[in-house]
């Protein structure tokens, strides 16, 4: 017994599978369509090999459009003319720039957007413009092409330089320079023992300056003791005169004839006790004044301005 086929439910299968191959064919090669877009036009000046449509444009390395079309510009010939389809939330700024750039090694490029502050205004179409326009900058590869042709530009000015410096006679006084240079490091070579005793005895001269200027601190503090000394010595000596004065006058003529004798003598001694005195301090004054005094003595060469 044969079975009844039906050619209606295979039919209607064959429809719902091509439709459905249909809607997910045009999705794929053609993008959500309800999905809105702003475009933009791009021109650059340099090679976009390595960008390819449906690439993304990037914004601080978030997706937010994809490269909608490439061309060169009708009216420059010379420059690649990029259409791109930005979301329409994104808001492009007049100071936004759109760079090539490269994804990690493997050579497939996307258009990254850059700037874009806060106080410019929003990107317009001007009176001759379809679409409005984002200004491009040098990508990175560029950048580095143009470097490198400066770089390998001034090697060869200096290059030039060097050998017009390098002559026969520039040579010649290269040469004698470096003779002569060997000369200088070789004579301090030779007198290296030397340098090292004047250094060890410059070392000695300052520690032993110190110990001197610590040692006249003290002949200092001695001077004016000693000084102090005669000093109370002749008042005590002037005192004891005046007494003896006093005694002699209420004394007999034997004292008095002792005073007449003897008190001219301890008077001499008072005077010269009290000259010792002022010699000494006069000495103390003048070593802490200047302590050169005491090696040069008094008759030093005034010092001349900034000496």
Same mark, same amino acid.
């Given at each position: 017994?044969?079975?009844?086929?039906?050619?209606?439910?295979?039919?209607?299968?064959?429809?719902?599978?091509?439709?459905?191959?249909?809607?997910?064919?045009?999705?794929?090669?053609?993008?959500?369509?309800?999905?809105? /877009?702003?475009?933009?036009? !791009? $021109?650059?000046?340099?090679? !976009?090999?390595?960008? $390819?449509?449906?690439?993304?444009?990037? $914004?601080?390395?978030?997706?937010?459009?994809?490269?909608?079309?490439?061309?060169?510009?009708?009216?420059?010939?010379?420059?690649?003319?990029?259409?791109?389809?930005?979301?329409?939330?994104?808001?492009?700024?007049?100071?936004?720039? *759109?760079?090539?750039?490269?994804?990690? @090694?493997? %050579?497939?490029?996307?258009?990254?957007?850059? %700037?874009?502050?806060?106080?410019?205004?929003?990107?317009?179409?001007?009176?001759?413009?379809? $679409?409005?326009?984002?200004?491009?900058?040098?990508?990175?590869?560029?950048?580095?092409?143009?470097?490198?042709?400066?770089?390998? #530009?001034?090697?060869?000015?200096?290059?030039?330089?060097?050998?017009? !410096?390098?002559?026969?006679?520039?040579?010649?006084?290269?040469?004698?320079?470096?003779?002569?240079?060997?000369?200088?490091?070789?004579?301090?070579?030779?007198?290296? =023992?030397? @340098?090292?005793?004047?250094?060890?005895?410059?070392?000695?001269?300052?520690?032993?300056? #110190?110990? =001197?200027?610590?040692?006249?601190?003290?002949?200092?503090?001695?001077?004016?003791?000693? #000084?102090?000394?005669?000093?109370? @010595?002749? =008042?005590?000596?002037?005192?004891?005169?005046?007494?003896?004065?006093?005694? !002699?006058?209420?004394?007999?003529?034997?004292?008095?004839?002792?005073?007449?004798?003897?008190?001219?003598?301890?008077? *001499?001694?008072?005077?010269?006790?009290?000259?010792? #005195?002022?010699?000494?301090?006069?000495?103390?004054?003048?070593?802490?004044?200047?302590?050169?005094?005491?090696? /040069?003595?008094?008759?030093?060469?005034?010092?001349?301005? %900034?000496?």
């Amino acid at each position: 017994m044969e079975k009844k086929i039906n050619y209606a439910m295979v039919g209607l299968f064959v429809i719902v599978l091509g439709a459905t191959w249909l809607a997910i064919s045009l999705w794929l090669a053609l993008g959500d369509f309800s999905t809105q /877009y702003t475009t933009y036009h !791009v $021109y650059m000046d340099e090679s !976009v090999s390595g960008l $390819y449509l449906e690439a993304p444009v990037k $914004y601080r390395g978030v997706e937010i459009g994809k490269v909608k079309q490439i061309k060169l510009n009708p009216t420059v010939p010379d420059q690649v003319q990029l259409t791109l389809d930005v979301d329409p939330e994104v808001r492009i700024k007049e100071d936004t720039i *759109a760079v090539l750039s490269v994804q990690g @090694m493997t %050579g497939i490029a996307f258009v990254d957007l850059t %700037g874009g502050s806060l106080g410019s205004p929003l990107l317009e179409a001007k009176d001759d413009q379809f $679409y409005p326009v984002i200004q491009s900058g040098p990508s990175f590869f560029s950048r580095l092409d143009m470097s490198g042709t400066k770089l390998v #530009a001034n090697l060869n000015v200096l290059a030039n330089a060097l050998a017009e !410096v390098l002559d026969a006679e520039g040579t010649q006084a290269l040469r004698e320079t470096l003779v002569n240079i060997n000369k200088i490091t070789s004579a301090f070579a030779n007198r290296q =023992a030397e @340098m090292e005793q004047g250094i060890v005895s410059a070392s000695e001269f300052l520690e032993n300056g #110190a110990v =001197a200027s610590g040692q006249f601190s003290s002949l200092l503090s001695q001077l004016d003791a000693t #000084a102090k000394s005669f000093e109370d @010595m002749a =008042a005590t000596l002037s005192k004891t005169g005046e007494n003896v004065n006093r005694y !002699v006058a209420n004394s007999g003529a034997g004292v008095q004839q002792f005073s007449r004798q003897t008190l001219p003598e301890l008077g *001499a001694l008072i005077s010269e006790l009290r000259r010792l #005195a002022d010699t000494l301090q006069g000495i103390g004054q003048n070593l802490e004044d200047d302590p050169r005094v005491l090696i /040069y003595g008094r008759d030093l060469e005034v010092p001349g301005p %900034g000496e």
